[in-house]
């Protein structure tokens, strides 16, 4: 005989006029689901404790995410500011280096120097003039050459320095086009944005326009025909008509006009013709 103690009987009684049933259910299927429910309230108030841990993590990572985006900018920003402390340090060891002071002699002490060589210069060819004239008068016309392109090459050399400190030419001067290569009238400086651009040569300010090619361009005037021109430039601190002295901070290296990247475009002119550049740098 069965056991009733093993079982429980659950009555289902119907309104009105229906039978009345029961069902027997053994102890341990009912002790069983009595377990899985406790095992699904505990496990639904584990979950919902959990997810509020982990909103409160999504939302400590979300501002972690927002705090680093602001040190990396932060971070940029002192690193344009150090480039600018660099070039400033560099510009005062230029002004330093090309100081009155330093040099010994005041500019207009210097500019006398330059015109006592260039009598010498003449001096020294008149007296070989003088020589052949006695030797023969074959030897005068060649002496007088020597005299008219010793002072010629004399002025051709004053841009004879590069208009950056920091030398990094990307692009030089081409005078031929083919199929990879377009004509470049002069010499590309990569360089940082901002950083300084030095006068080639003693002379004047020609022009400064705002050109579509060449953005920002400052063009400088060092007579007898020659020119220098400074392209894409981001700020240009002389005024039209200023007179310049070599080496002279003029302008800052920009982005400006078309161009991808902060350089400048350097061009020297000579009687209107385009010339290489780096032929003038001294070594």
Known sequence: MRNNKKYYTIMFIPEGNAKSF??????NILIFFVIIFLMFIFGFIFLTVKSGEIAAK???????QNENKKLKEENMKVKIIGNKLDNIENYIKFIKKISDKESGYSYEENILKKEDKIKELIQDTTKIQNFALEKGEQNKNLINNIKQDSVKNLFEIIPNIHPVFDVWITKRFNQTSNDTEQIHNGVDYAGTLGAPIRATADGYV????????YGQLLTLDHGNGVLTRYGHCSQIIVKEGMQIRKGQIVAFIGNTGNSSAPHLHYEILKNGKYIDPQKYIRK
């Open 58 to 64: 999504l939302q400590l990572v979300y501002f972690l």
């Open 22 to 27: 029961s069902l027997q259910i053994h102890k």
């Open 206 to 213: 020609r022009e400064i326009k705002n050109d579509k090619y």
